[in-house]
């Protein structure tokens, strides 16, 4: 499993950028597809902080693919209210990122 170690203040931070944010993803009937996580490693190189809304799921299902896409993803599940997830991973280039952590 990816291992960024997060602060609260860090991740209390992250949560309230992700409040402006729309879902740049959707998580479906068809499930973690390859494909999903393609698109994601693209969002999380470019955008650092990525929202997803998951369609269909029951919480414990939603509970479960958010550890499983943190992993898969090598990223942070920030936090997951109702139907939707943040998730984090800071750009490894100084350089290109774009989200000050503090």
Not at 9 to 34: C, I, N
């Amino acid at each position: 499993m990816y291992e960024f170690p997060l602060t609260g203040a860090q991740r209390s931070h992250l949560r309230g950028l992700g409040q402006r944010l729309e879902p740049a993803l959707k998580l479906g009937r068809s499930g973690a597809t390859p494909e999903f996580f393609t698109e994601l490693q693209k969002l999380l190189r470019t955008r650092e902080l990525v929202k997803l809304r998951f369609v269909g799921a029951e919480r414990d299902e939603r509970a479960a693919l958010c550890d499983r896409i943190a992993a898969e993803g090598r990223c942070v599940c920030v936090g997951a209210v109702g139907h939707t997830a943040l998730f984090y991973r800071q750009n490894p280039e100084p350089g290109e990122r774009r989200i000050a952590l503090g």
